[in-house]
């Protein structure tokens, strides 16, 4: 990377707790809560990256960036939006960005459960999902952002062979997602075996697993033609 990550360490003690209302779609809320990130419904893409182009990739629940920075390195013509829902995360991401000049990323906190408005239809060449936030237990299975609107919304903003690239070290989740995929049947589903090509650097979760030897799964899912 032109620079080097490890100049902004991500904060040791950072707060987790948000409002679970945070992850359900506002629309569906009685009462806007207290701390729910902004809506967009547009966004002027001129404003935010250096070439005045709408992003080509998004990087959904991006974390603290560390895949978003990488990728953003290798492909500097390309720009990518990074959604998060976190204010601390969002905070990190910004300063990176800022100080280091970077003119392909922007980032904006938000939740992805009020879909994507500001993304025009069959504009995006891929949408990275990777490492959801697992709401194991049955009555939280409904703050997962993978569901049939997503999946929806996924497919109006993906050009035509786009694909939705997954990763999850939760079985779970592996397979709630891919049951989904199925049922919803608009893309082309490959689940990868752990040698089978992946050409994209690492998000801070994946190292986390590569580092534990704990195993995940990687799911590319092409929009048909
Ligand atoms: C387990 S982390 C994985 C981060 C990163 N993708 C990685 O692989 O290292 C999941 C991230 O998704 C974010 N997230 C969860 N629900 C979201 C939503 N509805 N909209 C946007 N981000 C969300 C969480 O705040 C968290 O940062």
Same mark, same amino acid.
């Given at each position: 990377m032109a620079f080097t990550i490890e100049?902004?360490?991500?904060?040791? =003690? #950072? =707060?987790?707790?948000?409002?679970?209302?945070?992850y359900i779609a506002l629309s569906e809320l009685k009462k806007v809560p207290e701390f729910y990130p902004p809506l967009y419904e547009n966004i002027e893409w001129s404003e935010v990256y250096k070439n005045g182009l709408p992003p080509k990739y998004l990087d959904i629940g991006c974390g603290f960036g560390g895949f978003m920075f990488k990728f953003a390195d290798l492909n500097?013509?390309?720009?990518?939006l990074g959604i998060e829902i976190r204010q601390q995360p969002y905070d990190y991401m910004l300063e990176v960005i800022e100080k280091e000049s970077l003119g392909n990323v922007h980032t904006i906190r938000y939740s992805v459960a009020n879909k994507l408005p500001f993304i025009e239809n069959e504009s995006?060449?891929?949408? #990275?999902y990777f490492f959801p936030d697992p709401w194991y237990k049955k009555k939280h299975t409904k703050r997962r952002a993978f569901n049939l609107p997503f999946l929806e919304e996924? #497919?109006?903003v993906l050009k035509k062979g786009g694909e939705l690239l997954l990763q999850t070290d939760v079985p779970e989740v592996h397979e709630y997602q891919v049951e989904m995929l199925k049922d919803y049947n608009k893309f082309e589903v490959t689940q990868l075996n752990k040698e089978d090509y992946w050409d994209y650097p690492s998000t801070n979760q994946e190292v986390f697993c590569i580092r534990k030897e704990r195993p995940f799964d990687r799911v590319v899912c092409m929009k048909k033609i």
């Open positions: 100049k902004y360490p991500i904060p040791k =003690r #950072f =707060r987790h707790h948000i409002s679970p209302n945070t500097p013509n390309d720009n990518i995006i060449e891929k949408i #990275f996924c #497919f109006r």
